[in-house]
């Protein structure tokens, strides 16, 4: 059976609380032997400390660790003190993302597109870092037209970018389709499908609205009907994202990435139903 790449994403916790929780999770998914953890960074960088943090407990287990880097808010000094951090760490792999703009922040500071920032890690550092960059199958949410969205994800591509993880979805076909649209502009990297276990409906509404990753109607519909029933969304979710999972493979993916929450329970268990590592 073909090898199928996991990754793992955590958020940084903002507690000692969170992070003797999060110890406790990364321990428990750790047997599905991921490629890497990732920990994402704050609007306009305001979790550097807490990122670094949470990636150098990462890498001294052991793990291979893969931090987010967000243009918004940054300046090329900033950045070249943060790749230098995470290259005296021993970090090989990042996450180049544009990020968003926090309210009331009104520059975006000196990179504006992520494909900027891909071409500075690039010139600083050589061939250093496995850089990943975000990719978006429905589009981003703030793209001019599916063609600009298409075009922009070719120049971070093209900028030196290794491979992409995508924002999450439940529309396979979109996620084919998007490959096919890129591959079409000559866009060989690998592109790994983001994936959201579904824990509770009206956080997932709120986070899907709020990003631009649709959720079909059938499915709205029948978590909506579910109410307060947290077993039953729970039952219906592993399902839906499993039987995605088993499309996403079988149609070629290259891996799986689970957007984990800061929770082991989902995304060991859909592993458990597809057969990988656990």
């Avoid at 969170?18 to 890497?36: M, N, Q, S, T, Y």
């Avoid at 591959?183 to 994936?195: D, H, S, Y």
């Avoid at 947290?230 to 493979?249: H, K, M, P, Q, W």
Wanted: aromatic share 10%; glycine share 8%.
């Amino acid at each position: 059976m073909k090898h199928t790449e996991l990754s793992i994403e955590f958020f940084p916790p903002q507690t000692p609380e969170g992070v003797d929780k999060l110890r406790i999770v990364r321990g428990k998914l750790a047997v599905l032997k991921p490629e890497f953890f990732s920990v994402t960074f704050g609007a306009g960088g305001s979790t550097r400390d807490k990122t670094f943090s949470a990636i150098r407990e990462i890498a001294a287990e052991g793990y291979a660790a893969a931090p987010h880097l967000s243009c918004i808010g940054s300046t090329r000094v900033n950045i070249r003190e943060i790749l230098q951090e995470y290259k005296t760490a021993g970090i090989r792999r990042l996450v180049a993302l544009r990020g968003d703009l926090p309210s009331g922040m009104a520059e975006a500071g000196e990179f504006r597109y992520a494909n900027e920032l891909v071409e500075f890690i690039r010139n600083e550092t050589g061939d250093h870092f496995h850089v990943e960059v975000a990719a978006y199958p429905e589009w981003h949410p703030q793209a001019r037209s599916p063609r600009d969205d298409l075009a922009a994800f070719a120049r971070k591509a093209n900028a030196g970018a290794n491979s992409a993880i995508t924002q999450y979805f439940y529309n396979a076909d979109a996620y084919f389709h998007f490959v096919n649209e890129v591959r079409a502009l000559g866009v060989a990297i690998p592109i790994t499908p983001g994936i959201m276990p579904i824990a509770n409906f009206s956080k997932l509404a709120r986070f899907s609205d709020a990003c631009g990753a649709e959720l079909p109607r059938w499915m709205r519909r029948k978590l909506e009907g579910f109410g307060d029933d947290a077993e039953s969304i729970r039952a219906f979710g592993l399902d839906v994202v499993t039987e995605l999972c088993e499309r996403l493979l079988t149609g070629g993916a290259p891996g799986l990435h689970f957007y984990s929450m800061n929770q082991s329970v989902l995304t060991l268990e859909i592993c458990r139903r597809l057969n990988l590592r656990a």
